[in-house]
């Protein structure tokens, strides 16, 4: 059963990282559109067949990692050994770091606001942006921090 522990850890890091791949390319190509640049069109459709596969690769390392999570709750010592302390203190810090990330960011961006008149739909859609991405990057981060202090 340990090695079954082990690959379903490593899955998981796998999919989480690869979701935030498909993610961050889907999202940050998305972005562009608000910059209003005059661009071809053959680039303009380019950033928009890039914009997609990130989109589909994030959707389908989603549904992956949701598979996971049901594959988990059929074996609940399974289920336990893969949501141990470790795991929820993880997972605790980095919605922490998650959390303060979109405070900073909005801090950031009423100042801004101040001086610059924004557009409100590229401010909400950077404050998502943050809010998937900081956690998910400090998920991975302190997971690999912690087990390379483990070795």
Do not use: C
């Amino acid at each position: 059963m340990a090695s079954e522990v082990t690959q379903l850890e490593t899955n998981r890091s796998t999919f989480i990282k690869r979701a935030l791949i498909g993610f961050a390319i889907w999202q940050l190509t998305y972005l562009i559109r608000y910059l209003h640049i005059d661009t071809d069109k053959l680039i303009t459709g380019m950033i928009a067949i890039i914009s997609v596969i990130g989109g589909i690769v994030w959707a389908y390392y989603l549904v992956k990692i949701v598979l996971l999570s049901f594959r988990m709750q059929k074996k609940p010592p399974l289920a336990i050994s893969l949501n141990n302390e470790y795991y929820r203190m993880i997972r605790l810090k980095s919605f922490t770091i998650g959390f303060w990330a979109i405070l900073v960011s909005v801090g950031i961006l009423f100042t801004l606001s101040l001086y610059v008149a924004l557009n409100i739909p590229l401010v909400l859609h950077l404050l998502l942006v943050v809010g998937v991405i900081s956690p998910l990057a400090s998920y991975l981060v302190l997971d690999k921090d912690e087990v390379a202090g483990d070795e």
